[in-house]
């Protein structure tokens, strides 16, 4: 039996934001969601609309730094050390070979040329005679804002000289997909290979930019609650570096829904006595099913759907016995 409730949450209708962005926030309910001993709550995310006004070069990746010298051999007393900062916006790959050598190429005594190869989706990068240059991907004072990936290379020193230096792939656009956080899952419904954790669902972007990125999994998968109530929901929204994305003060919209089920009936320890509270004081239905050797416990998320189905396929078999008998 399920008795059901969708929750709209957006960004823009929060409690409380927890950073500028206003992409990590507080959702209170405006009716809290409460259930019975006998009842527990499930939960999944069915739609999310996200805006794809983000910048691809943004905060995060829009520095250069260069160690520059004229003379052809690196010493201390000629070396030049500068920082470029890239303006935040979408690229291509040919703007950003034209924006990037407006920058580079603004002293007399050095000039830079790239060559864009549209069919391996590289740049050749050269220097003039006589002057050696370090891009300090790794050991520049912004290395951790570094626009590496948009040039092709590993985030490594390099040097650029007269000889051209013929980059890997490129791309003009280092965040692959979204990671949706929240405070209901717990850490437990989805583990990253980084090991973040707390995340709801993972949406990947396939977009164009000023567009809107538009989630609806086919078969969401569905999570048990761990308390008997829901009053708030803590809602971040960051990408594949684990990073906070500036949607650029345009809101996103995520839909969730709520699934009350009856325990007993899906086959959920429900507590019925004093016994019980004495043995299994304050024991969660995530603890039950670790414990219990007949239900099936999935390696990192609890699924109600494999439950449901489990003991459906429980109650054939025990059928099936009593016929042949």
Same mark, same amino acid.
């Given at each position: 039996m399920y008795k059901s409730k969708i929750l709209k949450i957006d960004s823009s209708k929060a409690t409380q934001y927890y950073n500028a962005q206003q992409t990590s926030f507080l959702f209170q309910l405006e009716a809290p969601i409460s259930v019975t001993n006998s009842e527990t709550i499930v939960y999944s995310l069915t739609n999310a609309y996200i805006p794809y006004s983000f910048y691809s070069? *943004? &905060?995060n990746n829009c520095m250069l730094d260069i160690q520059e010298t004229y003379t052809g051999v690196l010493q201390s007393s000629t070396t030049i050390r500068r920082f470029i900062k890239l303006p935040y916006g979408n690229y291509n790959a040919n703007d950003f070979m034209r924006m990037? !050598? /407006? !920058?580079l190429n603004v002293t007399n005594n050095i000039h830079y040329t790239i060559i864009y190869n549209k069919i391996s989706n590289t740049y050749s &990068? /050269? $220097? $003039?005679l006589n002057t050696d240059s370090v891009f300090l991907?790794? $050991?520049g004072l912004h290395a951790l804002q570094s626009c590496h990936t948009f040039l092709g290379f590993p985030q490594l020193d390099t040097i650029i000289n007269s000889t051209p230096f013929q980059t890997g792939c490129i791309t003009m656009n280092d965040i692959y997909y979204f990671q949706i956080k929240s405070d209901i899952g717990s850490g437990i419904n989805f583990m990253m290979s980084d090991n973040s954790d707390g995340i709801l669902d993972v949406v990947p972007i396939a977009d164009q930019p000023m567009s809107f990125i538009t989630y *609806?999994? &086919? *078969?969401?998968s569905k999570f048990l609650l761990l308390n008997n109530s829901l009053n708030s929901i803590k809602i971040g929204l960051t990408d594949n570096h684990n990073r906070i994305v500036d949607l650029n003060g345009i809101p996103f919209? !995520?839909?969730i829904k709520i699934d009350i089920i009856d325990s007993v009936e899906n086959g959920m320890h429900v507590g019925n006595g004093r016994d019980d509270m004495v043995q299994d004081h304050e024991k969660t239905n995530l603890e039950y099913f670790m414990e219990?050797?007949?239900l099936v416990q999935p390696a990192a998320t609890i699924n109600i759907q494999? !439950?449901?189905e489990y003991n459906l396929i429980q109650k054939m078999l025990k059928k099936v016995k009593k016929n042949k008998k």
């Open positions: 070069v *943004n &905060i990037l !050598l /407006s !920058l &990068i /050269s $220097s $003039s991907f790794q $050991s *609806n999994p &086919i *078969n969401p919209l !995520l839909t219990k050797p007949a494999d !439950l449901v």
